[in-house]
């Protein structure tokens, strides 16, 4: 091939073109986390009401497709978004870099970039570990001592019922509402979406997502759910 016939660079390979691989996966993730803090609601109306809702989750879909497939189904677009989402992150922080080797004008510009660029990394590593313990604890049941399969309001209580980890599942969602908050307001802002109202809106969604799940080791802590 002639160096006249180059050929014209992936969308994925542009800064946009990873810009909007953070928002698309980050859309997804953000879905998830409401989705799953709604259901975890449950907690609250008792054992039944929660049990009852985990086995639907695996039942949805039938009869039109086996058990578990819905489940597997968004467990994979779970991956890939997650997947898409680190790796989006990480290439997009190396081209920034290679691209202003000069850094900031403003000494101000520069310290609140690096700020929220330092924030983001590392709330995200902690929900990263967040979640790799978080299924350890109450999907496999390997970091759960008193777990029993299908019980999963018992598995609930025992959790939580450990005084660190509760503490550590407060300090991780904290986390992950500061992610929550910057990653929002981020893709609003490359999206173009929400105008004047994009920092309260990001501010209530990630508000209402810490609320929720600080509320649930909370909740067995203070003897409110037993
Ligand atoms: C205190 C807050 C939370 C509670 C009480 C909670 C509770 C649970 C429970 C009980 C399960 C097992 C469900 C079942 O087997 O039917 C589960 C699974 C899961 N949770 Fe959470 N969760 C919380 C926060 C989070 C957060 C913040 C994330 C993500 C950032 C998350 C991601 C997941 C994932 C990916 C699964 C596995 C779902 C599956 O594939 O079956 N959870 N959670």
Redesign the pocket.
Known sequence: MSAAVRKRPSLYATAVGKKYAMAISGLI?MG??LV??IG?LK?YFGAES?NKY?EW??EVGEPALPREWL?WG??FL?LAAVFVHIHAAYSLTVMNRRARPERYQSKRDYVAADFASRTMRWTGII?FF??IF??LD??WGTANPDFVHGD?YR??LASFERTPVAIA?VI??MA?GIHLYHGAWSLFQSMGWFGNWRRPFSIGFAGL?VMG??S??LAVMFGVVN
């Open positions: 993730l998830y986390v799953h803090m975890n907690i929660l985990s989750l695996r489940l968004v467990r779970l929900v967040f979640v978080h299924l109450l999907t999963v598995n609930v599942y991780a969602n992950l997502i799940n600080v649930f080791p």
